[in-house]
Each structure stands twice: as C-alpha cells, then as structure tokens.
C-alpha cells in the first residue's frame, strides 16, 4: 500500500489549499479514506473522512464549511480542497485508507506541510 500526499505549501490566512492523495496497492474504489492533521505539540486529529463511493462525508467541528473531502476512484486520488485558511489550520496533513483487501488495516501516507501565516 502507497499513499502519497502533495498539494501542501505556504498560505496567507484566507487563501485556499487543495491536497491530493495518490493511492495504490489496494482496491482503492472499495476502501473508505481519511484526512488527519497534526500541528506541532499536539495530537493527531480527524479533519475529515470519505466513504469508498464518495456519497458520505464528515468533517471536524472546526473545518466544517470551509474544507471539502472529494475522491475520484477512476484515478485512486483523495482530494482536500481547504479555503478560508486560518492560521491555526498549520500543520502536517497525512492521508489515511482503510484498505479493504487487508481487513480494513490502516495505512498512512508521509503527510504534506501547511502552513497558513502572513
């Protein structure tokens, strides 16, 4: 299993980010997939999950209506499209699958850097 994130960099507060995460190893189309952050010091936490058809989405409290989880299965690709940045969004963004082929293991990708400052 390959999860590779890219998209990340550095914003001013306000503007929009949009992370990619390329799977492959597994059924991709069959497998629900995440997005999770950590900011220095603190815990990794959920910011957002997909079913494996894309119909269901949830998101953290705080990145409700300003990130938008989205996957396109015929290119195994997870998208996180971020906008109205806010400086407490900086951190390290990880994609995560629940890889049907392996009971629903989880693997993590090498995470991309955000960082939301002016």
């Known amino acids: 299993v390959q999860l590779v994130e890219s998209g990340g960099g550095l914003v001013q507060p306000g503007g929009s980010l949009r992370l990619s995460c390329a799977a492959s190893g597994f059924t991709f189309s069959r497998s629900p997939m995440y997005w999770y952050r950590q900011a220095p010091g603190k815990e990794r936490e959920l910011v957002a999950t997909?079913?494996?058809?894309?119909?269901?989405?949830n998101y953290a409290d705080s990145v409700k209506g300003r990130f938008t989880i989205s996957r396109d299965n015929a290119k195994n690709t997870v998208f996180l499209q971020m906008n109205s940045l806010k400086p407490e969004d900086t951190a390290v963004y990880y994609c995560c699958a629940k890889a049907i082929d392996y009971g629903f293991s989880v693997y993590w990708g090498q995470g991309t850097q955000v960082t939301v400052s002016s």
């Open positions: 997909i079913s494996s058809g894309g119909v269901s989405t």
